[in-house]
């Protein structure tokens, strides 16, 4: 079976365990784009009442979490050299993974402390890797899965308003359709959000900063 087939099979059988278990796929080190599952999913979810568009971010944050902690234990118990070992072979090739993605989801990882974990999810070239920095970190379990869960859920979110708005305001009638439509506009309005995220933890960081400053003085 071809990506075309697989991709087909998953538009025509869409259900709330497709959805969890291709987006666990999609947050593991296999490539796998979250635009076949969720927007489709989503306007499904508006089309009949077959799903529930809620429960499709639900499903699919929980996906989302078990593929991150794939990556995560991977990581954890296989250490750098067999990761890198990874990075450079045909597989890993095939699995669209190399040195230099690696080393830039750790660059990351290592600029922007935990919270890229939930910042790294928002963004199309390291959603799916920022778990394996986090495992090789040793990053405390309780707090990877707080903002993995957060930034998936946020991400998942994203996803099932292109849905929703695909439902909304166009005349599409197959999910085949809404995944076309959903894969030209994902990554912009992801960015989108990234950036309303980065600001807002930047007014709260100046924001408390200045605060400590004021009690500094007093």
């Known amino acids: ?6 991709f ?5 059988n869409l259900n709330y365990w497709v959805v969890t278990v291709f987006m666990a796929i999609e947050s ?15 306007w499904k979810a508006m089309a009949d009442d077959g799903m529930n568009i809620f429960l499709v971010v639900i499903f699919a944050t929980i996906g989302a979490n078990i593929g991150s902690l794939i990556n995560y234990y991977l990581a954890r ?19 669209l993974i190399d040195r230099n993605k690696i080393e830039n989801a750790e660059r990351y990882f290592r600029e922007h402390g935990a919270v890229s974990t939930f910042i790294g999810r928002l963004i199309p070239a390291v959603r799916q890797l920022i778990s394996i920095p986090a495992g090789l970190a040793g990053m405390k379990i309780g707090k990877f ?21 695909i439902y909304r305001f166009t005349d599409l009638k197959t999910t085949e359709a809404v995944y076309n439509l959903a894969s030209k506009y994902s990554h912009e309005i992801g960015y989108t959000i990234l950036v309303i995220v980065v600001v807002a933890i930047g007014i709260i ?13 007093n």
């Open 1 to 6: 079976m071809d990506s075309a087939e697989l």
């Open 8 to 12: 087909r099979w998953i538009l025509e």
């Open 28 to 42: 593991s080190f296999i490539p796998f784009p979250s635009e076949v599952v969720v927007p489709p999913a989503a």
């Open 77 to 95: 118990w296989l250490g750098r050299p067999i990761i890198y070992k990874f990075a450079d072979s045909r597989f890993g090739h095939i699995c």
């Open 145 to 165: 899965i707080l903002y993995t869960s957060l930034g998936a859920f946020l991400w998942n979110c994203v996803l099932s308003l292109i849905g929703y708005l």
């Open 205 to 217: 960081v100046f924001k408390e900063l200045r605060n400590n400053r004021a009690k500094d003085k």
